[in-house]
């Protein structure tokens, strides 16, 4: 069965400062997708970033960055000079098979950025 | 352009009463899907639709739970005889399915179901 563990139920932050979102997960597929989300207050999940399990590179999306690390199965999220309007819920999702769909989400981390 | 839309946005209702939760997805968007959302959880999928194709049943939590997605578009997650368990806020998803893409789902607003 394929599974997401986030370990760390809060964070908190001050802004400027660089966090460290972990996500590890478990699959005997060779081939998934890594997601992360972000769902503020408002409660809309919005996309930030995708990895595929035979990318070379980590992703990067602006201040986002997934630092994947395949033999450990983590894809921990980075997000670089934080902002105020970070703080929210973000969410770690993994796709396996080509084709099947389904996002399989851990439980989440509420990170909080502290002016 | 317009993103996915779900109404109602809440949804009081009473224990053994009927629910039925709308989802619009993005135009031309081929696959949709459903999840629940439990307070200060994360999402548990339902439900996939994928074009013609049969659906994807394998998350829904009990034969009370059922949904339809009429002409490729629209689709509607109903919940019969509702319990208090169903509370939760019921997200809907869509994305489009182009071979070899990330196929990163973008998300309504969620309708929040209270049962009483």
């Known amino acids: 069965a394929q599974k997401i563990t986030q370990t760390q139920p809060g964070m908190f932050v001050q802004e400027k400062e660089a966090v460290t979102l972990d996500c590890t997960y478990d699959t005997s597929d060779p081939s998934y997708g890594l997601f992360w989300y972000k769902q503020p207050s408002s409660g809309e999940m919005i996309f930030l970033i995708y990895?595929?399990?035979?990318?070379?590179q980590n992703a990067t999306e602006g201040r986002y960055s997934l630092n994947f690390q395949k033999a450990r199965k983590s894809a921990n999220l980075v997000i670089s000079a934080s902002q105020l309007g970070d703080s929210a819920m973000y969410f770690c999702a993994m796709r396996v098979r080509q084709g099947a769909q389904k996002l399989v989400f851990g439980q989440g981390t509420r990170l909080t950025i502290n002016p | 352009g317009a993103g996915v839309s779900q109404s109602p946005s809440n949804k009081v209702t009473e224990k053994g009463k009927d629910v039925e939760l709308r989802c619009d997805p993005i135009s031309g968007h081929t696959a949709l899907y459903w999840y629940r959302q439990s307070l200060g959880q994360g999402l548990e999928f339902l439900i996939y639709?994928?074009?013609?194709?049969?659906?994807?049943k394998s998350g829904l939590p009990s034969d009370r739970f059922s949904a339809e997605r009429t002409g490729g578009s629209v689709s509607t997650l109903t919940i019969q005889r509702t319990q208090q368990e169903d509370s939760a806020v019921y997200l809907c998803?869509?994305?489009?399915?182009?071979?070899?893409?990330?196929?990163?789902?973008?998300f309504g607003p969620g309708t929040r179901l209270t049962v009483t």
């Open positions: 998803a869509s994305s489009l399915t182009l071979a070899g893409g990330p196929y990163e789902q973008y």
């Open positions: 990895q595929g399990s035979y990318d070379q």
């Open positions: 639709f994928q074009g013609n194709s049969a659906p994807d």
